[in-house]
């Protein structure tokens, strides 16, 4: 069943505009000659306003997006009557709007694919990182905000479900592609649920060991699983109006019998992040589970920081200067730092923050973590995807390979073909006098050139060679007798004209 509806797939005007722009520019012979003419059908379907299919938005068109992007430049390759190719190819399929139209279908399918496979968890058993007065935002699904920026970036907002963080991981590798040195994490999130973060951040590290800088910037809230992203990036700045905190890992539970009413297990070494907890065999279990929990996540925040354990609180929230001073974040933006939330490029001039401990997502006590099952089986999931998809372009490499085989033993039965016929009709013409026995060759090259129809056609215009009669002795007269055969009859007028030569002397 299609996750996205007709009228969702159907570009929008802006996109079509831009298409049909695109179309215009390549009739007047301004795209190359790269440009199949499957794009071009693909090209008139969306300036003509039909709708798409929903593997097209959601897989080929981010794909085309992302290929071209980096083939044209503001100002240099759009200008008008000098467009180049590159710029054509970025508008034939609807130029940034087309790009924005698909960027956001493709989020929404996501999602929807998500909802449908039930991988979107509901409150219950599952272990949550998140601010206490957001948690019915968490329930509800509050809608996502997207900031759009030059840099390369990766999102922190809202409530935060697996299927952000899995979001967060492709934004990484995006940037990472696409040859980006610096990514901007835009945070503004009161935090989420814990599966999904651990694997998020040594993405996070992965991609700081390929050399990219990760800034992460606070704009709104960064608290507990916020944070806990925020806190691997080599550098966390703060709004001045930003808050920064309430760490800790809470279960949430529904009780037995009672619609509506739930009980919480809160980390024991942030008391304030919720109320008390029943005292319970079974709570107590889960308060055990928790603490390990929030043992990690704290362990892991600190060393990042690098700051003691003791100083990210309690589970409070605080504002950014006590943030500052407690080391969860950096410094408080200044007007200089307008670039990370505008757009544009890094300064050449900006102080980079040196970190004093390596980024290795999921360590406690300078070894790797152990990981529970839940994020063990998304690290395997994700193997098994990168898996699949290089068994998948290595098969549509053997098929191209296979493909240009076949092309290229095509072409030469067609060759041969074509050279048997010309040898056919060429030798028809021999025999017909048309052509000496000396031109056979040079003919057949002339009809694989021009075409076999083509060359039969000259030659049928041509009289036949006339055929002279052989010279009895010298100056006799000439033989009645004519031979049908075109080589006799080339003999023979050579006779002929040497008997009229040597007569000529004579006289």
Do not use: C
């Amino acid at each position: 069943m299609p996750l996205l509806s007709t009228e969702e797939l159907t570009p929008p005007e802006a996109v079509q505009a831009e298409a049909l722009k695109g179309v215009a520019l390549h009739e007047a012979g301004r795209s190359g000659d790269g440009i199949k003419p499957e794009t071009i059908r693909r090209a008139n379907s969306i300036a003509n306003g039909e709708p798409q299919s929903e593997q097209w938005v959601t897989s080929e068109a981010p794909a085309w997006f992302a290929r071209h992007e980096a083939d044209w430049e503001e100002g240099v390759d759009d200008v008008p009557g000098q467009e180049s190719p590159g710029y054509v190819a970025w508008l034939l399929w609807g130029g940034e709007a087309g790009s924005e139209w698909v960027e956001e279908m493709q989020q929404l399918y996501l999602v929807r694919r998500a909802q449908e496979e039930g991988s979107v968890p509901s409150p219950g058993v599952s272990a949550l990182a998140v601010e206490p007065s957001h948690l019915a935002a968490i329930a509800a699904g509050k809608p996502k905000r997207y900031l759009e920026g030059a840099l390369g970036t990766m999102h922190v907002d809202g409530p935060l479900y697996p299927i952000d963080y899995y979001s967060m991981r492709l934004d990484l590798k995006r940037a990472q592609l696409q040859g980006e040195k610096v990514v901007v994490m835009h945070v503004d999130s009161p935090g989420g649920y814990v599966a999904g973060v651990r694997e998020t951040r040594r993405a996070i590290a992965r991609a700081q060991e390929q050399g990219v800088y990760v800034l992460a910037y606070v704009s709104g809230m960064a608290a507990s699983a916020a944070l806990w992203l925020a806190a691997a990036a080599d550098e966390v700045v703060l709004s001045p109006l930003a808050q920064a905190g309430s760490v800790g890992v809470v279960v949430t539970l529904a009780r037995d019998g009672e619609e509506g009413s739930t009980v919480e297990v809160v980390s024991s070494q942030t008391p304030r992040k919720r109320a008390s907890t029943n005292d319970s065999d079974y709570i107590a279990a889960l308060q055990r589970r928790v603490d390990q929990l929030a043992s990690i996540m704290l362990g892991e925040i600190a060393a990042d920081r690098g700051v003691a354990v003791e100083s990210l609180g309690d589970g409070s929230v605080y504002a950014a200067d006590d943030a500052v001073a407690r080391g969860l974040a950096d410094r408080i933006a200044t007007e200089a730092d307008d670039w990370m939330f505008l757009g544009g490029s890094m300064p050449l001039d900006y102080k980079r923050r040196v970190r004093s401990v390596t980024a290795a997502a999921s360590t406690r006590d300078g070894a790797e973590a152990p990981m529970g099952d839940e994020n063990t089986t998304a690290e395997a999931v994700d193997n098994a995807a990168l898996g699949e998809v290089e068994r998948l372009q290595a098969e549509l490499q053997a098929a191209r390979e296979q493909l240009a085989a076949v092309e290229q033993a095509a072409h030469k039965a067609q060759d041969e073909l074509l050279r048997r016929d010309a040898v056919a009709m060429v030798e028809t013409h021999v025999l017909g006098g048309r052509i000496p026995q000396a031109k056979r060759g040079e003919w057949v090259e002339r009809a694989m050139r021009m075409g076999i129809d083509e060359v039969a056609g000259m030659l049928a215009d041509l009289s036949p060679i006339v055929a002279v009669a052989a010279p009895v002795g010298h100056g006799g007269a000439a033989a009645d007798a004519v031979s049908d055969d075109p080589r006799s009859a080339e003999v023979r007028r050579a006779n002929d004209m040497l008997a009229r030569f040597r007569a000529g002397r004579g006289a």
